[in-house]
């Protein structure tokens, strides 16, 4: 089992990491060391974001819920992966099957056969996922 820290605790961890580096610096290089700190927390915020920017703009142009492959989505998806490496994975935006703000989140992604993966996120990891088919084969109504 993963020990994984609550969002919140993730949050004041990183702020207090922050603000001990900022310390550090200033008291081992005076105001350069603190200059120097600074310029690094910004650099890691930047790569944060840009990552951020490309996996959003690539999801932008593809149809909301649709994925190339499902059954290949499915054996790449891994418990514990957070929503922004899903859509990065996918390619595109989830079919939201929840309201917003309710956890969980359950997101949808279906490929052209109509297979689909049905995702559930709590706090923004995947939790669960499956892979639904259709029906292997499905009569015609004309015949």
Not at 29 to 37: C, D, I, K, P, T
């Amino acid at each position: 089992m993963k020990f994984r820290l609550s969002r919140p605790l993730q949050s004041a961890l990183v702020i207090l990491g922050a603000v001990l580096l900022l310390s550090w610096a200033y008291h081992r290089y005076g105001g350069l060391g603190v200059a120097g700190a600074l310029g690094a927390l910004v650099m890691c915020a930047l790569v944060y974001l840009s990552r951020f920017i490309k996996v959003m703009r690539l999801a932008a142009q593809r149809p909301v819920g649709h994925v190339g492959s499902a059954v290949m989505l499915n054996a790449r998806l891994g418990k514990g992966m957070p929503l922004l490496r899903v859509i990065g994975t996918t390619g595109a935006l989830g079919q939201a099957l929840t309201e917003p703000g309710v956890e969980p989140e359950v997101f949808r992604w279906t490929d052209e056969s109509l297979s689909s993966v049905e995702c559930e996120f709590v706090d923004g990891r995947l939790t669960r996922w499956t892979l639904l088919r259709p029906d292997a084969e499905v009569p015609d109504a004309a015949q």
